[in-house]
């Protein structure tokens, strides 16, 4: 059955976000945090308590780069790759218990294909599976990834460029469509308020359909017959109503992945 999953990233930093993201999205949402929060490990405990997957946040280089700059740990085009490597130890050491990580910002790293591929390199001999919003140029991303035989996937829309309501509604409307034509895909979002609900209300139109769909078929099982009935004569009565399944269902970032390699 096609999937959609979304991550959702920005997470830490403000206390009142992440709590409400965490109680309010589903788990089928992946969940990321920036490095640099306070108490990072115990959001990621708290969110994984909660079923979610949680991903680790990797700041890389802006074209605009240092006015925009993403923290004193950020993966730089320009630095050897002693110090990137450097960087990247003292970022994956901030916690424990995420199964992989995303980039937040880097569309000026996302279009070198060099340092970018030894990030990659660095990753997967960690087991990590890398996600990435697409930032850069995507034919040097997926470049990048192949020489470095990462687990990488890069994010089919980011849901909330627009961040109001109604453009975040009609991104995941975007990513539904493309789930049927490619049996998956995956969003990712920056955890705004607007972002935050948009996405819960969402996912919970899928829930409510999934269950009513899962009760009816079973009631259904149940009112079947347990032995074959005699031939009845031709009727004129209706048919029964056919009980169609969801068109898709969600999934993690990693299993959305998983079955779409």
């Not at 627009?162 to 034509?181: F, H, S, V, W």
Request: charged share 20%.
């Amino acid at each position: 059955m096609p999937t959609v999953s979304v991550i959702v990233g920005g997470l830490g930093l403000s206390q009142s976000l992440t709590e409400r993201a965490i109680e309010v999205l589903p788990a089928e949402v992946t969940l990321s945090f920036a490095p640099y929060a306070d108490n990072l490990q115990d959001w990621i405990n708290r969110a994984r308590a909660d079923g979610h997957e949680v991903l680790l946040e990797l700041p890389m280089e802006p074209f605009d780069y240092p006015n925009n700059d993403p923290g004193p740990h950020t993966l730089l085009v320009d630095a050897s790759s002693q110090e990137n490597t450097r960087r990247l130890v003292w970022l994956l050491s901030r916690a424990a218990g995420y199964t992989g990580v995303a980039n937040y910002l880097g569309a000026r790293l996302g279009a070198a294909e060099g340092p970018l591929s030894e990030i990659f390199s660095e990753l997967e001999a960690r087991g990590l599976s890398i996600f990435h919003d697409g930032a850069g140029r995507r034919a040097v991303l997926e470049q990048a990834g192949r020489q470095a035989h990462a687990r990488m996937t890069i994010a089919d829309r980011v849901v909330d460029s627009d961040p109001t309501p109604r453009a975040i509604d009609g991104r995941l409307l975007e990513l539904e469509a493309l789930a049927l034509q490619n049996g998956s895909a995956l969003g990712s979002g920056f955890a705004y308020p607007a972002t935050v609900d948009t996405i819960a209300a969402w996912a919970e139109g899928w829930m409510a359909a999934a269950t009513s769909w899962r009760r009816r078929a079973s009631s259904c099982r149940s009112e079947a017959p347990s032995k074959p009935l005699r031939p009845r004569p031709p009727t004129t009565e209706p048919a029964p109503v056919r009980i169609t399944p969801p068109r898709m269902t969600m999934a993690t970032a990693t299993e959305t992945r998983t079955s779409h390699v």
